[in-house]
């Protein structure tokens, strides 16, 4: 039998483009969570009102809807191999350089710089590692990509926390620690293969080919994946047709997802001192333990993203969304309840964080696959920005109704999801990426195999 990328076994080829886009994820967690610890320090170093705060801590997600909206298109064009490697090398020296930085201003333009790097490696990192993923190791590969998101976070917080004995130019260092990881992930990137699915859209066979055999073997050819399919290949190919309803599905469930992950993450510390749970830098070290839950409900996806993409995501906004009702109905939660609310939060709403990369990715076919996760990446990143910059103030108002404001942020992303999200589980990506609308399946129904009989 002819060696085939969708029924293949994972190989090690295939577990190291997975753990390569991930290492990429993790630095974007690292980036994006390293600042919660260090705002603090910086709005006491600048005397900062809200408005600066959330300006620095919003910076870069503004700067990712850029970065999504350009690169996703840039990359369908020129190729995934190149900005795979470009946005890499961006970080190492935006990262480095924020150790310099003598005004917020300056901060805000190099975190902006960050956001940029990181939505443009959002659009490529889910689609690199789908396009070379096995039909039915796709979701658990692309769990474990995104899990590396929630490790970058959770990594960030301990270095953080670590490092606040430095003293008052204790943010620099954290800042400019994220080139520590940025420059280990470009020296393991560099000679990852191109595409083999970007190279046939090219016309590009041999190549294609050559890629193949090196992965699966010399009899492996390019016979499964040769749709010849080239009907969708221009931007304005994802607002038309049937793929303008699945742009407007992942645009809106991606936001709902991360407008309350980013402003809890961001001002997590912050927010924990106001439940009254610790002071000082311990307050840092509840954070640490809370990010652990978020590592844990990531990989916890692994378990279920087979079973169903829909109900996973159903299941995910509906559950998140009663933690967060509970401490804004609660007065004075004690600090197990506090922490025990945050964790069940933390796994329900990041155990379907993986449907981030596997949506895009399965929705769409090769042509328009990065440009549709880079427009997702950018326009969620608006719903992420809003929460991330309006959250100091609405926590300086009430911390229980920014919690309420999550909550229905939550119960939003359920609504949406039920209404449009598809269900794509055991589907091949060429089937799952076509023109014809997939099945939407009940919650907690499975959708059948391709070739098992239902």
Excluded at 212 to 236: C, E, F, H, N, W
Aim: some cysteine.
């Amino acid at each position: 039998m002819t060696p085939s990328l969708e029924h293949s076994r994972p190989t090690r080829t295939h577990w190291l483009i997975t753990m390569y886009a991930g290492g990429g994820e993790f630095c974007d967690g690292y980036i994006l969570s390293i600042i919660g610890v260090a705002l603090p320090l910086i709005t006491t170093a600048y005397h900062l009102s809200s408005f600066g705060a959330g300006l620095i801590g919003s910076a870069s997600l503004i700067g990712m809807f850029v970065g999504g909206l350009i690169f996703g298109q840039i990359t369908d064009r020129i190729g995934r191999q190149k900005v795979y490697l470009a946005d890499i090398a961006a970080f190492i020296v935006l990262s480095a350089l924020q150790l310099f930085a003598d005004a917020p201003w300056q901060l805000v333009v190099l975190r902006f710089g960050l956001g940029v790097a990181i939505g443009a490696d959002f659009a490529i990192a889910g689609t690199i590692a789908s396009e070379f993923a096995p039909q039915k190791s796709r979701g658990p590969l692309l769990v474990v990509m995104v899990t590396m998101w929630s490790v970058g976070a959770a990594v960030a917080y301990v270095a953080g926390w670590a490092m606040l004995s430095i003293g008052s130019d204790a943010w620099r260092w954290m800042l400019a620690s994220s080139a520590v990881p940025a420059v280990m992930i470009l020296l393991l990137r560099i000679g990852t293969p191109e595409s083999p699915r970007w190279l046939l859209s090219k016309g590009r066979v041999d190549e294609a080919r050559a890629v193949l055999k090196q992965m699966l073997g010399p009899d492996a050819d390019v016979t499964d994946i040769a749709t010849g399919d080239t009907s969708a290949s221009r931007y304005g190919d994802i607002f038309r047709g049937p793929y303008l309803k699945r742009t407007i599905f992942i645009c809106v469930f991606w936001a709902c997802q991360l407008l309350p992950i980013y402003a809890i993450s961001t001002y997590e510390p912050t927010i924990l001192h106001s439940f009254g749970l610790a002071k000082g830098n311990a307050s840092y070290l509840g954070a640490v333990i809370i990010q652990v839950f978020y590592v844990l409900g990531s990989l916890s996806g692994a378990l279920v993203v087979n079973r169903g993409r829909r109900s996973l995501l159903l299941w995910s906004f509906g559950i998140a969304a009663l933690p967060l009702l509970g401490l804004a109905i609660l007065a004075r939660p004690p600090a197990g309840v506090v922490i025990l609310l945050f964790a069940v939060f933390g796994i329900a709403s990041f155990a379907s964080q993986c449907l981030q990369a596997i949506y895009p990715s399965e929705l769409f076919p090769t042509g328009v696959r990065a440009t549709a996760n880079g427009f997702a990446t950018g326009v969620s990143r608006v719903g992420a920005a809003v929460g991330t910059y309006g959250a100091p103030m609405l926590l300086g108002y009430s911390t229980r109704l920014a919690m309420l404001t999550g909550a229905l942020v939550c119960a939003a992303g359920w609504a949406a999801s039920f209404f449009l999200a598809p269900e794509t589980s055991g589907m091949s990506l060429d089937d799952a990426s076509s023109g014809a609308e997939p099945v939407m399946s009940p919650p907690g129904e499975r959708r059948p195999a391709v070739g098992e009989v239902a």
